[in-house]
């Protein structure tokens, strides 16, 4: 479906000259005197946690890291937000582990959260057949937590802040925005268009099959990275867990090869758990498009989407747990 | 051998037995089966009916806001059941409000743009609800879809098909429902409807079948190494196509064995009941799977608490009954 897009794509990648626009519109802000918001003056927090293997307990492996980030979300609504996409064999890591889903139901839980679980799956209509055959259906219903198809929610017209798609508006899921706090709980892969997908391209698929269609055309035709930023930019997510136990490398997201790592990565600046997620598959995260303008202001009314200067890492370090993910030939300068 | 005639007539009295008793266990066994049927029917449409919104429309789930989709398949299903029945009335007015200015028809009440899916379903259910009172406004729909424009094309997917929305691609889903749809409006727009087949013959995925699009899943033409890979076909789409053809071109029987070797691995009502239709539309047997729709729908309270899943099962289950709206005689 999305041969030949490449063109399109190509044009509306973000370049340079995009950036420097960006830059000067910055200045001028700041020479105008407006209300520039605060930047993060704090560091972000990520924790790198070691996870051996899904058949752990995680929630108790993860629970000492999670604890330190204090949040306060009793009485919350929290919506998880994990990667269903397609399902290709229960061998086949290109889904978020349904371990890592329990743990973080469990740890969001015991705060004292309302928990819902959503998905508008990109590559398949009936979602329904992956959650049974990921196993996450019986999670769910062991839990009693609430699934929405995000395809077939209500949705909300809404103004897309950063617009760089010039689509203007989002049509944006209900459930998603009532919900008081998003995390995203992407697994960590290698992408054949964007170079590495996580936390912040996983929230493409929060967006609505039957309004952008499958696989969410639409938002391709409008430029990936661009859709990426607009997306995170009209909703961002409050907190990420990276499933990197498996991962994908290669032909990412779908067709790419298994690839163990044993880590998961979290953080309540989904920006910069992806920067740390990529260092972790030797991928320099300031080398992807997205990322890259992700972590600068794009105009003086909008701060970027984390802050990755000085990024406190916990848990373990990125050095005794990196390795390379194989990357396909047009990304191989992301390695350097 | 020759049987001593008093040993042939024991014989023949016993095979007789045998026989009366074997036909009446395939009856029994065929009334069981019927009634179930239309205890599964009675049970859906009660459903539906009890999950109308005030506005006359429907969602995909209960309690939300009105949505083409879900709204125009409960009514479908309702109109094949009886449309004489009070909740159709109100379902008709409320599909009527979502018809936008140029002809077609809108996926919810603030939507900005015509849906062709939408427009498509919109004329079905219109066709089968009252095709002489509605003619003008089933003529602006079809006059939306035959002119629709703004999809996007690639070089492998060069046809004026429809996509799911203007500035998206053309699709499959969105081109078969709009064949469909211009084909029980009588639409008389050949060339459209041509490049619309030749856009399904082109993108049959290798395996039989169809997905959304290009069946071929490419990487980045930058990369040294292309990969090439089959994408998998979908049910759903498969059995819309399937439809779409009726009568038009012949599908080839790797089509129809994508269904039959994968609908007992699925759990969405959608693929099933489309597959029912579909299958029904071609006299082919569709037990099995109308039997898998409605296992799945009663042992998954999820499922069986959606209106459009519901829909979609009175009408797999109504061809029981030999009705199907989406049967395209010809």
């Known amino acids: 479906m999305l041969e030949n897009l490449d063109d399109q794509n190509k044009r509306l990648r973000l370049t340079r000259r995009d950036f420097l626009m960006l830059s000067a519109g910055l200045a001028a802000g700041y020479f105008i005197g407006s209300n520039l918001p605060v930047l993060f003056q704090e560091s972000s927090k990520v924790a790198i946690v070691k996870v051996n293997q899904y058949s752990l307990n995680i929630k108790d492996i993860l629970k000492p890291y999670f604890s330190q980030f204090n949040l306060n979300l009793k009485g919350k609504q929290v919506l998880l937000k994990p990667n269903l996409v397609d399902f290709h064999g229960e061998d086949k890591h290109i889904t978020t582990n349904p371990a890592i889903l329990k743990a973080a139901i469990e740890l969001f839980g015991e705060l004292g959260a309302t928990i819902i679980v959503a998905e508008a799956s990109g590559l398949r209509r009936d979602v329904n057949t992956i959650l049974y055959y990921t196993h996450i259906k019986q999670l769910l219903r062991g839990y009693g937590v609430k699934f929405v198809d995000l395809n077939m929610d209500d949705v909300e017209k809404v103004k897309i802040p950063s617009n760089l798609t010039k689509l203007d508006y989002f049509y944006i899921p209900k459930t998603i925005l009532n919900s008081d706090y998003i995390v995203s709980i992407p697994k960590l892969k290698t992408h054949h268009w964007m170079g590495v997908t996580l936390s912040l391209k996983n929230m493409f ?22 859709s990426i930023l ?8 409050d907190f990420a867990i990276i499933d990197g136990v498996y991962g994908i490398e290669g032909n990412g997201p779908i067709f790419g090869d298994n690839k163990y790592l044993g880590a998961v990565v979290m953080s309540n600046d989904p920006l910069a758990a992806d920067f740390i997620a990529a260092r972790l598959i030797e991928v320099n995260p300031e080398k992807v498009n997205y990322l890259k303008f992700a972590a600068v202001q794009l ?38 | 051998m020759l049987i001593p005639h008093n040993k042939k007539t024991a014989f023949c009295l016993v095979l007789l037995t045998f026989v009366a008793f074997a036909l009446q266990k395939i009856q029994l066994f065929a009334t069981k089966k019927v009634v179930q049927y239309s205890c599964m029917i009675d049970k ?63 996926l919810f009440k603030d939507d900005n743009l015509s849906s062709p899916l939408a427009t498509a379903l919109a004329l079905i259910v219109l066709a089968e609800y009252n095709a002489d009172k509605y003619k003008p406004i089933i003529n602006d729909g079809k006059a939306y879809l035959e002119k629709a424009n703004g999809f996007h094309t690639t070089k492998t997917m060069s046809q004026n098909a429809w996509g ?167």
């Open chain 2, 164 to 330: 799911w929305n203007k500035g998206g691609f053309i699709s499959i889903e969105p081109s078969a429902y709009a064949v469909i749809g211009l084909r029980k409006a009588h639409s008389t727009e050949e060339k459209r409807i041509k490049e619309a087949e030749q856009f399904f013959l082109q993108n049959r995925c290798e395996s039989g079948g169809w997905t959304y699009g290009y069946p071929i899943d490419t990487n980045h033409p930058d990369s040294k190494k292309v990969y090439s890979i089959p994408l998998t076909p979908q049910i759903h789409i498969t059995a819309l196509v399937l439809m779409a053809a009726q009568g038009r071109f012949k599908p080839l029987d790797k089509d129809f064995e994508l269904i039959i070797r994968e609908y007992d691995k699925s759990y969405c009502p959608l693929s099933l009941a489309l597959s029912v239709l579909a299958f029904n539309s071609y006299g082919q047997d569709a037990r099995p799977i109308l039997n898998r729709l409605n296992e799945i729908m009663l042992k998954d309270d999820y499922l069986a608490q959606m209106p459009f899943y519901n829909a979609l099962s009175l009408l797999a289950n109504l061809t029981t009954k030999g009705i199907n709206p989406l049967c395209l005689k010809t």
């Open chain 1, 230 to 237: 607009d997306i995170n930019y009209t909703v961002r997510p």
């Open chain 1, 299 to 336: 105009n003086y009314s909008l701060a970027p989407l984390g802050n990755i200067k000085n990024i406190k890492v916990f848990g373990n370090s990125i050095n005794s747990i990196k390795q390379p993910f194989r990357l396909l030939d047009e990304f191989k300068y992301l390695r350097s």
């Open chain 1, 205 to 226: 698929g929060i967006m609505p099959g039957i309004k952008y269609g499958w696989p969410k055309n639409k938002l391709h035709y409008a430029g990936v990275e661009r």
């Open chain 2, 44 to 106: 859906y449409r009660d459903f539906i009916i009890n999950n109308q919104l005030l506005d006359g429309g429907f969602g995909y789930y209960k309690k939300d806001s009105s949505l083409a989709e879900p709204g125009f398949y409960c009514l479908l299903a309702l109109i094949a059941f009886d449309k004489t029945i009070r909740p159709v009335e109100a379902g008709i007015k409320w599909l009527l409000s979502l018809q936008n200015n140029d002809g077609g028809w809108l």
